[in-house]
């Protein structure tokens, strides 16, 4: 079983920076493809970026690419998600999830933080 928390979020400013944490107590963390995914008031939960076991592989939404890195460090058991340049538009309760094999949909993941919410204002 692989247990994740999220934190880092917060209230930024639009241009601003955060960098989000998802820190895991599974003890096979370390072998799994994390995703990061975000969730808006009313809107569906979407895809983020994902980054496979060895951080050899990372995918980003087109939304965020060349914004937001996604990077992983297997000796703490630790995913970022570093958010740069943020937007309005980028407000939403951003969550990490897990899995043996992976994806870029919500479907392709069995493990879940329990989300953090990042607002950034105008």
């Known amino acids: 079983q692989v247990q994740l928390v999220e934190s880092g979020g917060g209230l930024v400013q639009a241009g601003g920076s955060l960098r989000l944490s998802c820190a895991s107590s599974?003890?096979?963390?370390?072998?799994?493809?994390v995703g990061w995914f975000r969730q808006a008031p009313g809107k569906e939960r979407e895809f983020v970026a994902t980054?496979?076991?060895?951080?050899?592989?990372?995918y980003y939404a087109d939304s965020v690419k060349g914004r937001f890195t996604i990077s992983r460090d297997n000796a703490v058991n630790t995913v970022y998600l570093q958010m740069n340049s943020l937007k309005p538009e980028d407000t939403a309760v951003y969550y990490c999830?897990?899995?043996?094999?992976?994806?870029?949909?919500?479907?392709?993941?069995?493990?879940w933080g329990q989300g953090t919410q990042v607002t950034v204002s105008s």
């Open positions: 999830a897990a899995d043996w094999r992976g994806g870029r949909t919500q479907s392709d993941y069995d493990y």
């Open positions: 980054i496979n076991w060895n951080g050899g592989e990372t």
């Open positions: 599974g003890r096979i963390f370390s072998r799994y493809e």
